[in-house]
Protein backbone atom coordinates (compact mmCIF):
# COMPACT_ATOMS: atom_id res chain seq x y z
CA UNK A 1 0.00 0.00 0.00
CA UNK A 2 2.58 2.09 0.37
CA UNK A 3 2.97 2.90 -3.86
CA UNK A 4 -0.78 2.24 -4.17
CA UNK A 5 -2.33 5.86 -5.79
CA UNK A 6 -4.20 6.58 -9.26
CA UNK A 7 -1.42 5.68 -11.77
CA UNK A 8 -1.51 2.13 -13.55
CA UNK A 9 1.73 1.35 -11.07
CA UNK A 10 -0.07 2.24 -8.25
CA UNK A 11 -3.39 0.64 -9.14
CA UNK A 12 -1.56 -2.75 -9.72
CA UNK A 13 0.37 -2.16 -6.24
CA UNK A 14 -3.25 -2.00 -4.79
CA UNK A 15 -4.03 -5.04 -6.29
CA UNK A 16 -1.25 -6.69 -5.11
CA UNK A 17 -2.23 -5.98 -1.47
CA UNK A 18 -5.59 -6.90 -2.46
CA UNK A 19 -4.48 -10.46 -2.61
CA UNK A 20 -3.87 -10.14 1.47
CA UNK A 21 -6.74 -8.31 2.36
CA UNK A 22 -10.41 -10.11 3.83
CA UNK A 23 -12.82 -8.02 1.46
CA UNK A 24 -15.24 -5.46 2.37
CA UNK A 25 -15.40 -3.75 5.21
CA UNK A 26 -12.28 -5.49 6.59
CA UNK A 27 -10.20 -3.41 3.65
CA UNK A 28 -10.25 -0.35 5.53
CA UNK A 29 -7.24 -0.71 7.71
CA UNK A 30 -5.41 -0.54 4.72
CA UNK A 31 -6.53 3.24 3.83
CA UNK A 32 -4.46 3.99 6.98
CA UNK A 33 -0.97 2.99 5.12
CA UNK A 34 -1.00 5.74 2.40
CA UNK A 35 -1.73 9.03 2.35
CA UNK A 36 -3.52 8.53 -0.57
CA UNK A 37 -5.70 5.89 0.89
CA UNK A 38 -7.25 3.10 -0.58
CA UNK A 39 -8.31 2.96 -4.09
CA UNK A 40 -10.16 -0.25 -4.82
CA UNK A 41 -8.74 -1.70 -8.53
CA UNK A 42 -12.39 -1.57 -10.03
CA UNK A 43 -13.38 1.70 -9.00
CA UNK A 44 -14.02 3.62 -12.01
CA UNK A 45 -12.87 7.10 -12.11
CA UNK A 46 -13.91 10.14 -14.62
CA UNK A 47 -13.46 13.26 -13.14
CA UNK A 48 -10.24 15.44 -13.71
CA UNK A 49 -11.21 17.55 -10.64
CA UNK A 50 -11.33 15.07 -8.40
CA UNK A 51 -10.01 16.07 -4.73
CA UNK A 52 -8.88 13.44 -2.15
CA UNK A 53 -7.99 14.25 1.16
CA UNK A 54 -5.55 11.86 3.50
CA UNK A 55 -6.27 8.15 3.83
CA UNK A 56 -9.67 7.91 2.15
CA UNK A 57 -11.08 4.31 1.23
CA UNK A 58 -13.09 3.92 -1.80
CA UNK A 59 -14.54 0.06 -1.90
CA UNK A 60 -15.03 -2.20 -4.77
CA UNK A 61 -17.54 -1.29 -8.03
CA UNK A 62 -17.59 2.91 -7.37
CA UNK A 63 -17.77 5.13 -9.81
CA UNK A 64 -17.17 8.93 -9.84
CA UNK A 65 -17.85 10.62 -13.06
CA UNK A 66 -18.36 14.11 -14.33
CA UNK A 67 -20.47 14.78 -17.16
CA UNK A 68 -20.83 17.66 -19.57
CA UNK A 69 -19.65 20.84 -17.43
CA UNK A 70 -19.53 18.93 -14.17
CA UNK A 71 -18.41 20.51 -11.17
CA UNK A 72 -15.40 18.93 -8.88
CA UNK A 73 -15.72 16.16 -6.52
CA UNK A 74 -14.20 16.34 -2.81
CA UNK A 75 -13.38 14.00 -0.53
CA UNK A 76 -11.91 14.69 2.88
CA UNK A 77 -9.60 13.31 5.11
CA UNK A 78 -11.01 9.38 6.07
CA UNK A 79 -14.06 9.79 4.20
CA UNK A 80 -15.62 5.98 3.34
CA UNK A 81 -16.97 5.24 -0.20
CA UNK A 82 -18.43 1.51 0.25
CA UNK A 83 -19.48 -0.63 -2.59
CA UNK A 84 -21.36 0.30 -5.48
CA UNK A 85 -21.83 4.08 -4.52
CA UNK A 86 -22.07 6.35 -7.97
CA UNK A 87 -20.98 9.92 -7.34
CA UNK A 88 -21.57 12.05 -10.21
CA UNK A 89 -21.62 15.75 -11.05
CA UNK A 90 -23.53 17.22 -14.32
CA UNK A 91 -23.50 20.88 -15.40
CA UNK A 92 -23.89 23.07 -12.52
CA UNK A 93 -23.11 20.96 -9.72
CA UNK A 94 -20.19 20.00 -7.88
CA UNK A 95 -19.93 17.61 -4.32
CA UNK A 96 -18.55 17.98 -1.08
CA UNK A 97 -17.92 15.56 1.03
CA UNK A 98 -16.31 16.43 4.89
CA UNK A 99 -13.83 14.25 6.69
CA UNK A 100 -14.83 11.29 8.40
CA UNK A 101 -18.26 10.70 6.60
CA UNK A 102 -19.16 7.21 5.74
CA UNK A 103 -21.39 6.32 2.83
CA UNK A 104 -22.87 3.15 2.64
CA UNK A 105 -23.20 0.41 -0.37
CA UNK A 106 -25.17 1.56 -3.22
CA UNK A 107 -25.79 5.52 -2.59
CA UNK A 108 -26.62 7.63 -5.55
CA UNK A 109 -25.23 11.03 -5.58
CA UNK A 110 -26.37 13.28 -8.48
CA UNK A 111 -25.12 16.92 -8.41
CA UNK A 112 -26.72 18.55 -11.68
CA UNK A 113 -27.85 22.15 -11.69
CA UNK A 114 -26.85 22.55 -8.07
CA UNK A 115 -24.56 21.03 -5.43
CA UNK A 116 -24.03 18.48 -2.62
CA UNK A 117 -22.09 19.17 0.71
CA UNK A 118 -22.14 16.80 2.94
CA UNK A 119 -20.07 17.63 6.67
CA UNK A 120 -18.07 15.83 8.39
CA UNK A 121 -18.94 12.72 10.21
CA UNK A 122 -21.70 11.67 8.29
CA UNK A 123 -23.50 8.50 8.59
CA UNK A 124 -25.12 7.55 5.26
CA UNK A 125 -26.95 3.86 5.16
CA UNK A 126 -27.00 1.76 2.12
CA UNK A 127 -29.60 2.94 -0.76
CA UNK A 128 -29.90 6.55 -0.11
CA UNK A 129 -30.16 8.96 -2.82
CA UNK A 130 -29.62 12.94 -3.26
CA UNK A 131 -31.13 14.79 -6.29
CA UNK A 132 -30.44 18.69 -5.77
CA UNK A 133 -32.58 18.84 -9.49
CA UNK A 134 -35.77 17.25 -10.97
CA UNK A 135 -37.33 17.32 -14.67
CA UNK A 136 -39.70 19.77 -14.89
CA UNK A 137 -44.04 18.29 -15.94
CA UNK A 138 -45.11 20.96 -17.89
CA UNK A 139 -47.73 19.30 -20.93
CA UNK A 140 -47.35 18.96 -24.24
CA UNK A 141 -43.57 17.81 -23.72
CA UNK A 142 -42.25 14.16 -23.21
CA UNK A 143 -40.67 14.16 -19.24
CA UNK A 144 -37.07 13.33 -20.81
CA UNK A 145 -37.04 16.14 -23.06
CA UNK A 146 -38.02 18.73 -19.24
CA UNK A 147 -35.42 21.16 -18.86
CA UNK A 148 -33.88 20.28 -15.35
CA UNK A 149 -34.64 23.00 -12.57
CA UNK A 150 -33.70 23.04 -9.13
CA UNK A 151 -34.69 24.65 -5.61
CA UNK A 152 -31.13 24.90 -4.91
CA UNK A 153 -28.27 23.15 -3.05
CA UNK A 154 -28.25 19.83 -0.63
CA UNK A 155 -26.74 20.59 2.65
CA UNK A 156 -26.02 17.95 5.05
CA UNK A 157 -24.45 18.81 8.28
CA UNK A 158 -22.28 17.75 10.47
CA UNK A 159 -22.59 14.10 12.58
CA UNK A 160 -26.55 13.76 10.85
CA UNK A 161 -27.45 10.10 10.62
CA UNK A 162 -29.46 8.66 7.28
CA UNK A 163 -30.99 5.41 7.26
CA UNK A 164 -31.80 3.39 4.65
CA UNK A 165 -33.17 4.31 1.74
CA UNK A 166 -33.68 7.43 2.54
CA UNK A 167 -34.14 10.11 -0.51
CA UNK A 168 -33.17 14.15 -0.26
CA UNK A 169 -34.71 16.38 -2.69
CA UNK A 170 -33.17 20.04 -3.71
CA UNK A 171 -33.17 22.97 -1.53
CA UNK A 172 -32.95 20.84 1.55
CA UNK A 173 -30.65 21.36 4.55
CA UNK A 174 -30.34 18.58 6.89
CA UNK A 175 -29.17 19.78 10.48
CA UNK A 176 -26.29 19.10 12.86
CA UNK A 177 -26.72 16.00 14.77
CA UNK A 178 -30.03 15.24 12.78
CA UNK A 179 -31.65 11.68 12.59
CA UNK A 180 -33.64 10.78 9.37
CA UNK A 181 -35.40 7.34 9.59
CA UNK A 182 -35.25 4.48 7.12
CA UNK A 183 -36.95 5.26 4.05
CA UNK A 184 -37.72 8.94 4.70
CA UNK A 185 -37.82 11.61 1.83
CA UNK A 186 -37.01 14.94 3.04
CA UNK A 187 -38.35 17.55 1.18
CA UNK A 188 -37.75 20.40 3.56
CA UNK A 189 -35.07 21.55 6.06
CA UNK A 190 -34.71 19.48 9.38
CA UNK A 191 -33.37 21.41 12.20
CA UNK A 192 -30.66 20.64 13.92
CA UNK A 193 -30.55 17.43 16.39
CA UNK A 194 -34.14 16.58 14.58
CA UNK A 195 -35.47 12.80 14.75
CA UNK A 196 -37.60 13.27 11.27
CA UNK A 197 -39.75 10.61 9.61
CA UNK A 198 -41.97 10.16 6.85
CA UNK A 199 -42.59 10.84 3.51
CA UNK A 200 -42.64 13.73 3.28
CA UNK A 201 -40.16 13.62 6.66
CA UNK A 202 -41.58 15.12 9.70
CA UNK A 203 -39.64 16.26 13.04
CA UNK A 204 -41.20 13.74 15.68
CA UNK A 205 -38.87 14.80 18.63
CA UNK A 206 -35.55 16.54 19.59
CA UNK A 207 -32.81 14.52 20.69
CA UNK A 208 -32.19 15.05 24.34
CA UNK A 209 -34.97 17.28 24.48
CA UNK A 210 -38.20 16.40 23.22
CA UNK A 211 -39.82 20.27 24.24
CA UNK A 212 -37.37 22.47 21.83
CA UNK A 213 -39.84 21.61 19.25
CA UNK A 214 -43.28 22.75 19.34
CA UNK A 215 -44.36 20.16 15.86
CA UNK A 216 -43.02 17.32 17.60
CA UNK A 217 -44.85 18.02 20.89
CA UNK A 218 -47.70 17.94 19.08
CA UNK A 219 -47.06 15.01 16.97
CA UNK A 220 -46.75 12.50 20.01
CA UNK A 221 -49.94 14.00 21.93
CA UNK A 222 -51.53 13.01 18.73
CA UNK A 223 -50.72 9.87 18.78
CA UNK A 224 -51.21 9.58 22.39
CA UNK A 225 -54.51 10.59 22.12
CA UNK A 226 -55.13 7.79 19.06
CA UNK A 227 -54.23 5.60 21.33
CA UNK A 228 -56.22 6.50 24.25
CA UNK A 229 -59.18 6.20 21.48
CA UNK A 230 -58.73 2.23 21.08
Known amino acids: MHYAGLGWGGRIATRLATWFAPPYYDRCYLARYNFQGYIAPTVTIHNVELRLGANVFIGDRVVIFQHFNGGPVELGDRVHL ?23 PHCQLSAYKASIRIGCGVQIAPCCAFYPYDHGCAPGESIVNQPLQTKGDIVIDDDAWLGYGVIVLSGVRIGKGAVIGAGSVVTQDIPDNAIAVGSPARVVKMRGNITAWPEAVSFIDRKQTDKRRF
Open 82 to 104: FDGNHIQTGQGGSITIGADTHIH
